[in-house]
């Protein structure tokens, strides 16, 4: 058995059918996992053989473990494990090791969680050891069922599965397989900026991209003093919650109020909702390129309000040039909620503070409205200036995730 | 210019007040009830805060008990009266317009078997005295009304309240505990508590120019009411817990300065107040008072609904230029309404547009000037937005 030490086997989901960028996906798996681990002392992270190995001292809480790697974006799953060395000694000898070890381990199963039945699934990872999985598999089982009187073997639905994993010099035996988000490491696919409102959805836009690898930005607007500093604060405390999945995030606070009083003063009352926002994804779209994002990320849902109709959303998105994406577009808004119960957004996002949205409602809002009407009516407007103050005025405030 | 108009929500401490509460807490931190030489000198810093209080109220000092603020004060109020009561009678008179603390104690009391009325008010917010009198039955064994009303400013007719509570004791052979909730009233006006016929009376610090998280209650000596909170057996064992020392010289301290000079302050109070309105009334038209007139009114309280506007923006736009005030509305669709607005039956749109300016003895009348300036303008731009929202039609 190898020292005081607790190890947990991770893997790489769909990082690992990337072919020849292979390497690299994996060699930014392993940087995310010491970062997010590096508040702890003792780390060490190894990629071997297409896994990752974590190794923590054994005082180091397991919930605390899994919670932060489990958050890690490219983990499809992670197997708290024991090690065991089979550098030394002949088939026998390494496979006694490997049984007793398992025994301990379903001991300390059977007082934890009383569990009566197992079943054992054995691969040999390394090709040269000289005994075939099935029969590693019945070797161990057998060796259980003498260390452990209690137990039975039930193949079909067994209270727990013990894997054993025999691999080069070392072998592993374990029992759980933690889910994790799966996606792609953080950083392997460029930035985009999000528009984050107060809302249940942006959050969970945001969230949904950063999990293919999409360092995030955000950009937010208000309409001080018609919205409130406190929304404002939610918004922080929004983006904080998101840090923690996506890494720091910079947010971008703009003041809509005077493109509105603008808007309501030349143009049509029922246009309003579309034309600001129309505005709010130009201002975007310059706040990203500023700051290098690729594309635009909203929280947009299809159908979902006035201003989110087909033919809404195809005269909003006919306003920018870079792409826009829609990670909620085709949801159903009780699985959007679910996604932010996941991730903890949902019970900041519902707190009951006015958003720039809500503030200028139109009674009868435009459903259907026609991309030459708009581009009309916005000709009433200087928008160059508008846009430009606009962007002069922001307030950029920096997320860190929690230390 | 800071221009702090919100004093009903919470007052700035006076300078010597914080500077006593930093020398208690750096100093003098003994606990009373030690044996040893700074248990008797914070003792004694109890017992002198304790007859500056008293004094304050015009109360004996034995009829004082220091509490965490006004809200534990009513509650101790509210559930010590039931407790007392409860064998007696079920019933409870209290008004529509008393604070949560009073409302949400009843509630409970609801939940426990007793039967509240709250009485109605009128569109000044004073209560029924009719149906009050209607409604002093057999079984009544608390009567809980507000001196003043924190939203509107309304002062409730005491000595009428307590006129009807004795002559319902005597008729029906019963006690009625009468308490009032003197939190907005508290150094701005005297305390009668013998003229009314007051049983228990609650007020807290922070609306002195004392510190938060401390209030005194007043309760009639020959009362007796089980305590709220159990333990040590502080306050005479009516009121266990350390006693929050620096909190508690502060507030004493505060006390004592409310009574100096009251006669002048409050006519300051009305002035300001009435240059408040006047300017208000000058610079907008389409503004509706809600607060009542005149000595009905506390001296520092001031409604007023602006048609067109929405309060909370009026806030913040306020807050803007440094000026403070508050509003009893709703901010967004989410929250409720203010009940105190509610029950004064006004309309949806006067309570969107309500707005609560709260008076010091520290505003001077140039702030006030300023605030009128500032306010006019930002209805001004709000009304011209609103109007201009709707006019443009294809």
Do not use: A, I
């Given at each position: 058995m190898t020292e005081e030490r607790n190890t947990y086997i991770v893997r790489c989901g769909e990082v690992a059918l990337k072919g020849q960028n292979k390497p690299y996906f994996e060699r930014m798996l392993v940087e995310r996992i010491k970062k997010v681990l590096k508040k702890f002392e003792g780390i060490e992270v190894k990629r071997v053989e297409g896994l990752i190995f974590v190794k923590t001292p054994a005082d180091l809480s397991k919930d605390l473990v899994l919670k932060n790697v489990g958050r890690v974006f490219g983990v499809d799953s992670i197997s708290p494990a024991v090690e065991i060395d089979i550098s030394e000694g002949d088939a026998e000898a390494i496979l006694d090791r490997i049984g007793h070890a398992a025994v301990e381990y379903m001991q300390k199963l059977i007082e934890e969680k009383g569990v009566k039945t197992f079943k054992i699934d054995a691969k040999r990872a390394n090709k040269q050891f000289p005994v075939e999985s099935p029969q590693i598999g019945r070797i161990i089982g057998a060796k259980v069922l003498i260390g452990c009187k209690v137990l039975s073997v039930d193949v079909h639905h067994p209270d727990c599965v013990l894997f054993v994993s025999v691999r080069r010099g070392l072998a592993y035996v374990y029992e759980q397989k933690v889910a994790g988000f799966g996606g792609l490491p953080l950083g392997t696919n460029g930035k985009g900026l999000v528009l984050l409102s107060g809302g249940i959805d942006s959050p969970v836009a945001a969230f949904m991209m950063a999990k293919r690898g999409m360092w995030i930005d955000a950009v937010h607007f208000h309409s001080y003093p018609y919205t409130s500093d406190r929304a404002w604060e939610k918004v922080q405390d929004l983006a904080k919650i998101v840090s923690q999945y996506c890494g720091r995030i910079r947010i971008h606070s703009i003041n809509l109020l005077p493109i509105q009083e603008e808007i309501v003063r030349n143009c049509p009352e029922e246009e309003t909702t579309i034309l600001v926002r129309r505005f709010m994804m130009k201002i975007a779209e310059r706040v990203a390129r500023e700051t290098d994002c690729l594309m635009l990320i909203t929280g947009e849902n299809l159908g979902q309000v006035a201003s989110q109709t087909a033919e809404a959303l195809v005269v909003t998105d006919a306003s920018v040039q870079m792409p826009v994406m829609r990670p909620l577009i085709a949801m159903d808004k009780v699985d959007i909620m679910k996604i932010a119960r996941e991730i903890d957004t949902y019970e900041t996002s519902i707190l009951p503070y006015e958003d720039c949205c809500t503030v200028f409602l139109p009674k009868h809002p435009a459903t259907k409205p026609k991309l030459q009407r708009i581009l009309e009516s916005e000709s009433r407007l200087d928008c160059e200036t508008l846009i430009g103050a606009a962007l002069e005025n922001r307030e950029t405030v920096t997320i860190y995730p929690e230390d | 210019m800071f221009v702090y108009l919100d004093n009903s929500s919470t007052t700035r401490q006076h300078d010597c007040v914080t500077d006593l509460m930093v020398k208690m807490m750096r100093d003098?931190?003994?606990?009373?009830?030690?044996?040893?030489r700074m248990g008797v000198t914070a003792e004694k810093a109890l017992k002198s805060a304790r007859k500056q209080t008293a004094l304050s109220l015009g109360v004996g000092e034995n009829e004082i008990y220091f509490t965490s603020g006004g809200t534990e004060g009513d509650n101790t109020a509210v559930f010590g009266a039931w407790e007392a009561g409860k064998r007696a009678g079920k019933k409870i008179l209290t008004s529509a317009v008393e604070h949560p603390a009073v409302l949400e104690a009843c509630r409970r009391l609801e939940r426990l078997g007793a039967q509240v009325v709250y009485l109605g008010v009128d569109r000044e917010g004073r209560i029924d005295l009719q149906q009050l009198k209607d409604e002093l039955t057999e079984d009544v064994i608390l009567i809980t009304v507000m001196h003043v009303n924190n939203e509107l400013g309304t002062v409730q007719p005491l000595e009428e309240i307590g006129k009807l509570k004795r002559e319902a004791e005597k008729r029906w052979g019963t006690r009625i505990l009468f308490h009032t909730d003197a939190v907005q009233s508290y150094g701005k006006g005297p305390v009668e508590t013998d003229r009314w016929g007051v049983d228990i009376l609650s007020v807290s610090g922070h609306k002195i120019h004392g510190p938060k998280g401390i209030g005194a209650l007043y309760i009639r000596s020959g009362v007796h009411i089980p305590s709220l909170v159990w333990g040590g057996g502080q306050e005479k064992g009516f009121r266990s817990g350390t006693e929050n020392m620096p909190a508690i010289a502060g507030l004493g301290l505060a006390a004592e300065i409310t009574v100096e000079g009251r006669e002048e302050r409050i006519a300051r109070l009305r002035e300001l107040k009435a240059r408040l309105l006047s300017g208000i009334e000058d610079s907008l038209p389409d503004v509706r008072v809600n607060s009542p007139l005149g000595e009905d009114c506390s001296p520092s309280i001031l409604n007023v609904s602006f048609s067109g506007c929405r309060g909370e923006v009026l806030l913040h736009m306020l807050e803007q230029k440094d000026i403070y005030v508050s509003t009893g509305s709703a901010c967004s669709s989410h929250k409720k309404g203010s009940h105190v607005l509610s029950a004064v039956r006004l309309p949806d749109e006067a309570v969107e547009g309500a707005v609560r300016f709260s008076l010091s003895e520290y505003n001077t009348e140039e702030q006030i000037d300023f605030a009128v300036k500032e306010l006019a303008a930002a209805v001004e731009s709000q009304r011209k937005l609103r109007s201009a929202f709707g006019k443009k039609k294809r």
């Open positions: - | 003098d931190f003994g606990n009373p009830s030690s044996l040893h």
